[in-house]
């Protein structure tokens, strides 16, 4: 075979798009990141600012006028308990739809999918009626059951397609075994599912970690997760940028920490089940 002296040239060109690509995706991170550390001289600055001097005066005010800490650890305990809620609910029910015959089957996961297509807009003021009436407004568990809500169909159907990939036999097996149909599921079925439960639950708790309507409508004060703290830099006297890019970063940093914790079972749980035979 012959010997090659370098990469060819259709090779270069992948590896620079694929690095201008990867860099428009973290250049704004990176802007927010520095900027959050810039004085307010050097983010209003006519010109950018590459060299300047570290100040946590941002960090200091978001803190101590803002409350960030609270409203972390609310963000904190309502993604868990939704994660935690839309998996328990979510994994039995999508192995109802791939292990047991059911009538017009089609028709049930068509309606699944057509609730996800449901914009959170469209029911924010329904909801918002119910939460008052229930008496559940501005209370941890009126965002825990909405949130829940609108991620089960996605947690459905993507499990569902975990759990077909999986041979019915293994159920057969636990039978045989002397397991009912529960403990197969618990038993036999969710340790082979285990990729695509967490990265199911890492999909479900950013996209509750990120959710903003429901969270700016449903609760008010000292119980409102991060992303609506984020309005509070728009005064009267204009855009507070500096602790903007401070609380950008406190809402991403958890996210990206788990992201990248969980990165190899995301990994297996997005090529599951895509080669056969």
Known sequence: MPNRSGPSLSEVLHVTANCLVVSMFLFPLAWMGFGAFKSDGDLLS?????????????????????????????????????????????????????????????????????????????????????????????????????????????????????????????????????????????????PLALPGLICCALFVFIFTWNEFLLANVMVAGNLRPLPPIVGLALTHRGILWGPALALGLVVLLPVLALSFSLSRYMARGLTFGAVKG
């Not at 950018?48 to 570290?54: G, H, I, K, R």
């Not at 017009?104 to 959170?120: C, E, G, H, Q, T």
């Open 46 to 190: 006519p010109s950018p600012v590459w060299l300047f001097a570290p100040t946590l005066d941002h960090w200091r005010f978001i803190f101590a006028n803002w409350a960030v800490g609270q409203h972390l650890l609310n963000s904190i305990i309502i993604s868990v308990a939704t994660t935690v809620a839309t998996l328990a609910l979510g994994f039995p029910a999508a192995y109802g739809l791939s292990r047991f015959p059911l009538w017009r089957k089609d028709a049930v996961l068509f309606d699944i999918l057509s609730l996800k297509m449901i914009p959170p807009i469209a029911a924010a003021v329904p909801l918002f009626l119910f939460a008052k009436q229930t008496g559940i407004y501005n209370t941890y568990l009126v965002l825990i059951l909405f949130n829940t809500a609108f991620q089960l169909p996605f947690t459905i159907l993507v499990l569902k397609s975990f759990i077909d990939e999986i041979p019915r036999e293994i159920d057969e097996a636990a039978t045989i075994d002397g397991c009912s149909p529960l403990g197969a599921m618990w038993r036999a079925i969710l």
